[in-house]
C-alpha cells in the first residue's frame, strides 16, 4: 500500500486530524464548503450535459473523511484527534519527537519555523519501492525570499495566508 511505502523506507506515519471547529474560523469553513458545493454543482451539471469537466477539479466524496479513519483503524495507523484546529499542534508534535518533516496539503505548514520541513502530499510517489518527494525546508524557504525563517508568519500573513 502507499503508506507501507513509508514504513518500508523507514518513516513513520502519524495521522493528525483537527477537532471541533473554531468559531475565528467559521466564515472560512462556510465559504469552502460553499465553493465545494458550487465546484459540485458544476461538475454534474456537465456530466448531466453530456460535457466533459473540468479535469482539474477534484470532487472528493462527502464521507470519504469517515472511510478512510475506518481504513487507518484497520491498518493499526497511530491517529491523534485534535481539540481544535491540528496544526500547531501537528507542528509541536514534529518538533518535539524530532521528525524529519510533515506531510500535507495545507500550506500553512510551510510557514512554521520550528518545523524540519514540509512535503506536499501531492509531491510524493512510489517508484520501485522508492519514496520520492520534494521537501521545502523553512530556513531554506525564508533564504530564498531573502529574510531569516523566523519571519515567514508575518510574509503569511502579509500575502493573506
Request: negative net charge; hydrophobic residues 40%.
Amino acid at each position: 500500500s502507499f503508506f507501507q511505502a513509508f514504513e518500508d523506507n523507514g518513516a513513520h506515519c502519524i495521522f493528525v486530524f483537527d477537532g471541533p471547529l473554531e468559531l475565528i474560523k467559521f466564515d472560512t469553513i462556510v465559504q469552502r464548503e460553499y465553493e465545494t458545493i458550487r465546484d459540485r454543482t458544476t461538475y454534474w451539471e456537465a456530466i448531466r450535459h453530456r460535457e466533459r469537466p473540468n479535469t482539474r477539479d477534484v470532487i472528493v466524496p462527502p464521507l470519504l473523511k469517515f472511510a478512510f479513519w475506518a481504513a487507518l483503524r484497520e491498518m493499526n495507523a497511530e491517529m491523534v484527534q485534535t481539540g481544535g484546529e491540528g496544526d500547531r499542534e501537528a507542528a509541536e508534535y514534529c518538533f518535539k519527537k524530532k521528525c524529519f518533516a510533515v506531510l500535507t496539503q495545507d500550506s500553512d505548514f510551510f510557514i512554521y519555523p520550528e518545523l524540519p520541513g514540509c512535503i506536499p502530499f501531492s509531491s510524493i510517489s512510489t517508484e520501485r519501492g522508492a519514496l520520492c518527494g520534494r521537501i521545502f525546508r523553512p530556513d531554506m524557504t525564508a533564504n530564498v525570499l531573502g529574510f531569516t525563517k523566523r519571519y515567514l508568519p508575518i510574509f503569511a500573513t502579509l500575502i493573506g495566508n
